[in-house]
């Protein structure tokens, strides 16, 4: 059986969900990063940038599955400094979606920096509260989550949520489904956070038997898959 397989890679068991998990991320990731690309030709000029970008997004997380995916195999452990590398660069990423698509309606630069910005704090914080220092994993979690919904309330109330209704119709009904996705989707995230770190929920230690990373994965397959999506669709419509 073994010969078939290389020395370095572990058979996923049909009970093991994370690693399976890792595996349907890698492929779906894969699959959305071409889906992009591929689409690119049939997309109109005004629009590449942000279809190109989805891809941008989908194929750097493909690239970290696999690796996270073979790397939570090995070790059967969590995979969490590539995580959260992947996280940096792919929610700036996500930051300028939001600057290109309200940039008609006269985004200025500053905006999107503010938007990375705040991304780079909370996912910074996030590090160092899960990775770092998990003794004092509330603490930088309220900070991380104050960064979160600074962001939040830029899309919602701020001038994101400004422009973008400033904007054509179509970008303002993708701004609002984009909003959704950061208010609930990234949500899911804070709940790995607690789920995961020994700090818990303000010192309640939850035993859920939830594991992090499941909850992580399912996160990033709806965050960037369906973000790419909305700005798929949304330059079909403005075609
Ligand atoms: C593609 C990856 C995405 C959209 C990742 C988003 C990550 C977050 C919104 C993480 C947020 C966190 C908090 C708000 C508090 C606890 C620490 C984090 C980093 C898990």
Known sequence: MNMYLLDTFKVIDSTNYVAFTFFVGTMAMMAAAVFFFLELNNT???????????????????????????????????????RYVDWLLTVPLMCVEFYLITKKSGAKIALLWKLIFASVVMLVTGYIG??????????????????????VYLIWFGDVAKLAKAGSPAVAAANKTL?????????????????????????????????????YNIGDAINKIGFGLVIYSLSRKEA
């Open 179 to 215: 909003a959704w996705f950061v208010l609930v989707g990234w949500a899911i995230y804070p709940l790995g956070y607690i789920v995961g770190t020994p700090g818990g929920l303000f010192g309640m230690k939850l035993d859920l038997g939830l594991n992090m990373d499941i909850i």
């Open 44 to 82: 109109s000029k005004e629009w590449r940038t942000s279809v190109l970008v989805s891809g941008l997004i989908t194929f750097i997380a493909a690239v970290h599955y696999y690796y996270m995916r073979g790397y939570n195999l090995e070790t059967n452990s969590s995979p969490v400094f590539f």
């Open 130 to 151: 899960e990775a770092i220092s998990p003794a004092s994993s509330v603490l930088w979690g309220v900070v991380s989550g104050a960064a979160y919904f600074y962001i």
